[in-house]
């Protein structure tokens, strides 16, 4: 059925943040991994970080994130949790006020 099709697809490119709120980004580590995070086009970090890391990342415009392992992680973008983000490398993770987008 089409409902199924769409619940395929990650439901996390919906999230609009409102332009009064900083983009928040909250990571849980599950399991270790290695992580980048630049804001606003400068590079936070970029390092492994251990199981049961929390860690927010705040920014104005954009959050770029790259994860080795998807599955490593929970995150959650102001108080959304956004689910699986996928399974294996995710390269470029972009998060703006319009929305989420996997480069």
């Known amino acids: 059925s089409a409902e199924k099709k769409m619940s395929d697809k990650p439901q996390f490119s919906q999230i609009q943040i409102p332009d009064n709120e900083p983009i928040t980004l909250m990571m849980r580590v599950k399991a270790e991994v290695y992580v980048g995070v630049k804001r606003d086009g400068v590079l936070l970090f970029k390092r492994l970080l251990p199981k049961g890391t ?4 705040t920014a104005e415009g954009k959050l770029n994130v790259s994860i080795a392992k998807a599955r490593s992680v929970e995150l959650a973008l102001n108080g959304h949790p ?3 983000i996928g399974k294996g490398a995710i390269k470029d993770l972009e998060i703006t006020r319009k929305g989420i987008k996997v480069k």
């Open 54 to 57: 929390m860690e927010t990342f």
């Open 82 to 84: 956004l689910g699986a």
